[in-house]
């Protein structure tokens, strides 16, 4: 089991920045690939970005690809979601995940069905 608690949710303005962590516990080992989806009210959850566990390879979405950037401190086993130039349509309930399923290096899971373990989410709400 692989447990994780996101952090660092809230209400900002467009245009702001704001650092979501996922601290993961138990069998973190394990995890071969980390990653953070989001889900806006009345939508699907969505990939945001994934990060190796030893964190030397990123992938983040074209959606927020220049905006967005995921890293991790592996003394910590925590990830880190950076958020920038933050607009409205960014508001959402995030959430981090791990997968545990090798599926090769140069593979990056970004279906929901291929994480195995899931925080409770954090919220973001961005006014403009």
């Known amino acids: 089991q692989v447990q994780l608690v996101e952090s660092g949710g809230g209400l900002v303005q467009a245009g702001d920045s704001l650092r979501l962590s996922c601290a993961a516990s138990?069998?973190?080992?394990?995890?071969?690939?980390m990653g953070w989806f989001r889900q806006a009210p009345g939508k699907e959850r969505e990939f945001v970005a994934a990060?190796?566990?030893?964190?030397?390879?990123?992938y983040v979405a074209d959606s927020v690809k220049g905006r967005f950037t995921i890293s991790r401190d592996n003394a910590k086993n925590t990830m880190y979601l950076q958020m920038n130039s933050l607009k409205p349509e960014d508001t959402a309930v995030y959430y981090c995940a791990t997968e545990t399923f090798y599926r090769g290096k140069n593979y990056w899971p970004v279906r929901v069905d291929q994480y195995d373990y899931w925080g409770q989410g954090t919220q973001v709400t961005v006014s403009s």
């Open positions: 138990g069998r973190a080992s394990s995890t071969y690939t």
């Open positions: 990060i190796r566990w030893s964190g030397d390879s990123t």
